[in-house]
Every structure is written in structure tokens, then in C-alpha cells.
């Protein structure tokens, strides 16, 4: 495994381990993921915003799943923290974790942009 900064942020070889025969999804997941990120930023963002915990609880455990995809282990668990914080109805902190989330998913999307088959 090589040190370089994509390896921090998610595990390239456990996600490219699940396209094997089947390499040309990979780009087609990555752009998806690209596409989709943002909005699912925004939807737990405005659930912060807007004190909806229910809608927090689903809007992060939905990216917490869509980053697992990459084994970035980082970005999961703080998509995980903000799920529990929605649905115990406990948000005080929510605004800290989501700006490190939004900061994590950033640098995925960075890492990601270098995957190359």
C-alpha cells in the first residue's frame, strides 16, 4: 500500500477490490459520488440548520453509507456522529462535526479525482 494522501482518506485498494472484472464501474461510481455529494451535504446541513434531528438521523446515515463505499473511514464516522446526534435529538455540537464532515467529504473528492485504473 503507497503513503500517499488517498490512502488516508479512504482505502483505494478495499474499494477497488470490489470491481474486480468489472473496472469501468469504478469511474461511473466515482462521478456519481462526485455529483451526489454536495446535495447530501446540503440535506444534513439544512437539517442542522433547521433543528430537524429525524431529518438529520436520514440525511447522514445516507451519506455515512454512500462514503462506506470508499472505506473512508474518517468521513463515516463523522457522517455516523451526526446520524446519532438526529436520531438521540442531540444536536449541540452538530455544527462543529458537520464543518469537519463537509471538510473530510471535500478531501475524498479530492483523493478520488486521482484514481486511476
Not at 451519506?63 to 446520524?83: D, I, P, Q, T
Not at 442531540?90 to 467529504?105: I, M, P, Q, W, Y
Request: net charge negative; glycine share 4%; aromatic share 8%.
Amino acid at each position: 500500500m503507497s503513503n500517499d494522501v488517498s490512502d488516508v482518506v479512504f482505502n483505494r485498494d478495499a474499494f477497488l477490490a470490489n470491481f474486480e472484472g468489472m473496472e469501468e464501474l469504478v469511474t461511473q461510481v466515482i462521478e456519481s459520488f462526485e455529483e451526489n455529494y454536495p446535495s447530501l451535504l446540503a440535506r444534513v446541513k439544512n437539517a442542522i440548520d433547521s433543528s430537524d434531528m429525524g431529518e438529520l438521523q436520514i440525511s447522514a446515515h445516507t451519506l455515512k453509507g454512500v462514503v462506506s463505499n470508499f472505506y473512508a473511514e474518517h468521513c463515516r464516522l463523522l457522517a455516523f456522529e451526526l446520524e446519532k446526534m438526529g436520531k438521540e435529538k442531540e444536536a449541540t455540537r452538530a455544527l462543529n462535526v458537520f464543518d469537519k464532515l463537509s471538510k473530510e467529504a471535500g478531501r475524498l473528492s479530492v483523493a478520488l479525482r486521482s484514481v486511476k485504473l
